[in-house]
């Protein structure tokens, strides 16, 4: 069905590929293994889905280091089959969002070929390439997120190339216009090919600026931009040079413009600043004319969300971004699985959702989480993820997220794959199956479900306004109202100690079947432990 606002207010579900559903006993999920789950992912009740990368890939970065924009790797399937995804997801009444990994490619693309086999090849000037400083040092100060100088030395061209990320994915130049029109060409490729839309890999990693200019260091007390590690030693210089540089919002005018061509498109921009995050999302996703939406990152953060910390994200939201669209999410496929992240024990994880699933914005739910996954343990013999290896034991990189997802209780592998998988299947993973939760009305699995038809159901949710009324480490209450639509109370107990909140005045009817407990007297609602309350007036 038309709906070009679709995406305000949708619940997103990531499918990480390579760990979904292998359908041709190779160890690695692929794009026919998607397609035979996808009934599953439609009971869910969720709007669309966000694929990670399946684009033709050397793998050194699971995907994220795309060699060919235009073909599907062979180890994920074939153009056809992602034909034929696109067309069993509408038939089920989901959209399909791409991953474009714009800013940079693989070494291992034709481009960057071409680009580093001399100074004076056509593409010459496609990637950052500088000069060594007499001394032979790097141009400039700029760290890659993985670890160590931005710069590697190139022996053929006898000059250093950018990387924001791995030394194998080199920085594409978007100063030069053509690098522009390639990158806009594989949009078009993938809109006429069917896809619903796009989530954009690191957009505010465009631009470099051109002359250079070092990056400073922190100053004491100031918290870096990139939600890196706190154990990366790299981890102390602000990026005010490198990242969002204002002709990212110039690419992303051209972006949209693309979109706006086909009929609903929506693009949720990655904007991985922990710092300048909200700001910066004000000013992509401004006037309607850039990103429909961002994807943030406050609520992927260790730090804990209590009360104070969602009210304070939803103040400094609506000061520094009035107009914008966020997309919140509390896991993903970079970050430890928030059940283990904010040590949630099941009923914390349900009260965690339904506070998702009530927030003003879009909201994303990774694989996984659905089941109450926790973060698996994967050892370093096991380890996959290059930015772990670099970091080992500090950091333990992004593997413990993306094991194989569990379908059946039956081990050694689920239901994943008959041969070994990628990476091994959390043994403690099992009981909590697809199969295994399937049956029981009480299970997380449907306790997702219901609060996601809550939210389906209800315009206001996904649309309203919000308005805080109490918020503190323990109890957060606020409502969401909308023109024409019954208004709904929200209160949640976020601690593990019974709480009082409080009901404004009102003809408030509370809202049954939610899975939660609480007692109402009056205006009083006394909450046990992880329970919310809601009502609608
Ligand atoms: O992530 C961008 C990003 O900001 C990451 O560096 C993030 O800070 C880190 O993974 C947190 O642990 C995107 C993709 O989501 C990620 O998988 C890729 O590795 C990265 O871009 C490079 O393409």
Request: glycine letters at 8%; proline letters at 7%; a negative charge.
């Amino acid at each position: 069905t038309k709906d070009p606002d679709w995406w305000r207010g949708a619940v997103i579900y990531q499918i990480y590929p390579r760990s979904y559903q292998d359908s041709n006993g190779d160890g690695v999920g692929d794009l026919s293994g998607i397609i035979h789950r996808l009934p599953y992912v439609a009971s869910l009740g969720v709007d669309a889905i966000w694929i990670s990368p399946f684009f033709t890939s050397p793998m050194l970065d699971f995907g994220y280091d795309v060699s060919n924009y235009r073909d599907v790797d062979p180890m994920f399937g074939s153009l056809g089959d992602f034909d034929a995804l696109i067309e069993r997801a509408h038939e089920l009444g989901l959209r399909v969002m791409i991953d474009l990994v714009l800013s940079h490619t693989s070494s291992e693309h034709a481009w960057f070929k071409e680009s580093r086999s001399s100074r004076d090849n056509p593409r010459a000037d496609w990637y950052v390439w500088a000069d060594a400083r007499p001394d032979g040092t790097p141009p400039n100060n700029w760290l890659s997120i993985f670890g160590g100088s931005a710069w590697h030395w190139d022996a053929e061209r006898l000059q250093y190339y950018l990387h924001n990320f791995l030394v194998s994915q080199p920085d594409l130049n978007f100063h030069n216009p053509d690098v522009q029109n390639s990158l806009l060409d594989v949009a078009r490729f993938w809109l006429d090919r069917g896809v619903d839309g796009f989530r954009l890999d690191t957009i505010n990693f465009y631009f470099h600026d051109k002359e250079l200019t070092g990056n400073p260091a922190l100053e004491p007390g100031e918290r870096n931009a990139s939600i890196a590690p706190a154990v990366n030693p790299y981890n102390f210089q602000n990026h005010l040079h490198d990242k969002n540089q204002p002709e990212n919002l110039e690419f992303l005018e051209r972006f949209r413009s693309l979109m706006d061509e086909y009929e609903d498109i929506a693009a949720v921009g990655e904007v991985g600043d922990a710092q300048y995050g909200l700001e910066i999302m004000g000013q992509y996703t401004e006037g309607e004319k850039r990103m429909h939406m961002c994807y943030s990152f406050d609520f992927l953060s260790p730090e804990h969300i209590d009360g104070r910390r969602v009210s304070e994200v939803l103040k400094q939201f609506a000061d520094k971004a009035p107009d914008s669209w966020s997309c919140w999410a509390f896991s993903n496929h970079d970050v430890m699985r928030h059940a283990s992240r904010w040590n949630l024990g099941e009923p914390a994880v349900r009260c965690h959702l339904a506070l998702l699933m009530t927030l003003r914005g879009s909201a994303c739910i990774y694989q996984g989480e659905e089941l109450g996954l926790t973060e698996a343990y994967v050892s370093y013999e096991e380890l996959q993820d290059p930015y772990g290896k670099e970091f080992w034991p500090k950091f333990k990189g992004r593997d413990g997220c993306r094991t194989p997802m569990p379908w059946s209780p039956e081990g050694p592998n689920g239901g994943f794959t008959d041969t070994k998988p990628w990476l091994p299947m959390a043994m403690e993973h099992l009981p909590k199956s697809v199969q295994s939760q399937e049956g029981d009305p009480n299970s997380t699995l449907n306790f997702y479900r219901n609060l996601i038809a809550f939210r389906r159901m209800r315009k206001v949710l996904a649309k309203g306004t919000i308005t805080v009324l109490d918020a503190s480490r323990e109890v957060l209450t606020f409502t969401r109202d909308m023109e024409g639509e019954a208004s709904i109370f929200c209160a949640f107990n976020l601690s593990g100690a019974a709480q009082v909140a409080h009901l404004p005045p009102g003809p408030w009817a509370e809202v049954e079947g939610t899975g939660f407990t609480s007692m109402r007297q009056e205006g009083q609602i006394t909450l046990p432990p992880f329970q919310a309350f809601f009502a609608e007036g």
